[in-house]
T-cell receptor, first 118, second 110 residues
Framework: SAVISQKPSRDICQRGTSLTIQCQVD?????MFWYRQQPGQSLTLIAT?????????ESGFVIDKFPISRPNLTFSTLTVSNMSPEDSSIYLC???????????????FGPGTRLTVL | GQSLEQPSEVTAVEGAIVQINCTYQ??????LSWYQQHDGGAPTFLSY????GLEETGRFSSFLSRSDSYGYLLLQELQMKDSASYFC???????????FGSGTRLLVRP
């Protein structure tokens, strides 16, 4: 399995500011994703983080609001820009396709970043 | 549109068997996965079905009927630690992106 860490684990931010969340994996992976989850709710996919190129965003999510970087096969960042209280949520990264695994059925999730916007 | 429907809550007693259903409507279908999530924790993978039939992994089994766009997770010999939220998720294509269901909160009582 993969060991995935996220920083920060939680933060309280002021409206209008930006926060960058980091996701680090202990081994190379094929795919990395970013999800959002309201407490007690389901997970919603924000985007696929593509290594060396622009992320692929899902409907309702745009690069200006959620810029994503993935400089290598083990690391990605998600920035939540110009935050509003509606952005308060848990943000999770997940990975698929560990090195040596032939197919990426299983997604491994990071511990999440709990964001509160005041 | 895309939708995955699950019951919102299920309650069962320790030692019993419980079935959590999932019906889906998606534009594509590669397979159906199940994830468990305890309060405050990250989702963890339980099972995956790409073909019709039953997959068994210890106390947990998962079933898929592609013709009915339906699957279920079966939990046997329930334990208190099984109290958690359970999500079905569809992989639509080779991108491995997941569309998650609304989630079922399972409460196991003594």
């Amino acid at each position: 399995s993969a060991v995935i860490s996220q920083k920060p684990s939680r933060d309280i931010c002021q409206r209008g500011t930006s926060l960058t969340i980091q996701c680090q994996v202990d081994s190379q992976v094929t795919m990395m994703f970013w999800y959002r989850q309201q407490p007690g709710q389901s997970l919603t996919l924000i985007a696929t983080a593509n290594q060396g190129s622009e992320a692929t965003y899902e409907s309702g999510f745009v690069i200006d609001k959620f810029p994503i970087s993935r400089p290598n096969l083990t690391f990605s960042t998600l920035t939540v820009s110009n935050m509003s209280p509606e952005d308060s949520s848990i943000y999770l990264c997940s990975v698929v396709g560990l090195a040596g695994v032939n197919y990426g059925v299983e997604q491994f999730f990071g511990p999440g970043t709990r964001l509160t916007v005041l | 549109g895309q939708s995955l429907e699950q019951p919102s809550e299920v309650t069962a007693v320790e030692g019993a068997i419980v079935q959590i259903n999932c019906t889906y409507q998606t534009s594509g279908f590669y397979g159906l996965s199940w994830y468990q999530q305890h309060d405050g924790g990250a989702p963890t993978f339980l099972s995956y079905n790409a073909l019709d039939g039953l997959e068994e992994t210890g106390r947990f089994s998962s079933f898929l009927s592609r013709s009915d766009s339906y699957g279920y997770l079966l939990l046997q010999e329930l334990q208190m630690k099984d109290s958690a939220s359970y999500f079905c998720a569809v992989c639509e294509d080779s991108s491995y992106k997941l569309i998650f269901g609304s989630g079922t909160r399972l409460l196991v009582r003594p």
